[in-house]
């Protein structure tokens, strides 16, 4: 299971509005890998059904105003894992004005497996809070 807060804060002094179409969090696999040159890197691998709305009980910000929300999204065991990383994208649109995107990433660390037959663990943070 992975999840978190979303929080986003207008510092401007003008009211933003949230545009549904876009606005989301976006979770993807962090999995190791080597190129072809044998530099390590991380591989990002997209989760099915890791895109989730988020502020949907929001339609606006207004000026010096911050908005959260929780979410969950239950997601398979996979040996290969590193991390989760969480993309937060906010969108808007305006009549007079280009449209605007702002975008913010955290990753999301993952507890260590456990050995076969040892108690769980609970850990009380929440992983993959973006502010």
Do not use: C, Y
Not at 83 to 91: A, D, F, I, K, N
């Amino acid at each position: 299971m992975v999840s978190g807060t979303v929080q986003a804060k207008n510092v401007g002094l003008s009211k933003v509005d949230i545009d549904k179409t876009g606005t989301a969090i976006i979770i993807e696999d962090m999995i190791p890998d080597v190129t072809s040159a044998g530099v390590r890197v991380m591989r990002q691998e997209e989760i099915v059904g890791g895109v989730l709305d988020v502020f949907d009980r929001h339609r606006w910000i207004e000026p010096g105003e911050t908005i959260e929300e929780s979410f969950a999204l239950p997601i398979a065991a996979r040996a290969d894992r590193s991390g989760v990383r969480l993309w937060l994208r906010v969108v808007s649109r305006h009549k007079l004005f280009k449209n605007i995107e702002w975008n913010a990433d955290g990753i999301a660390d993952l507890p260590a497996p456990q050995a076969e037959g040892a108690p769980a663990v609970s850990n009380p943070t929440q992983p993959g809070a973006i502010h």
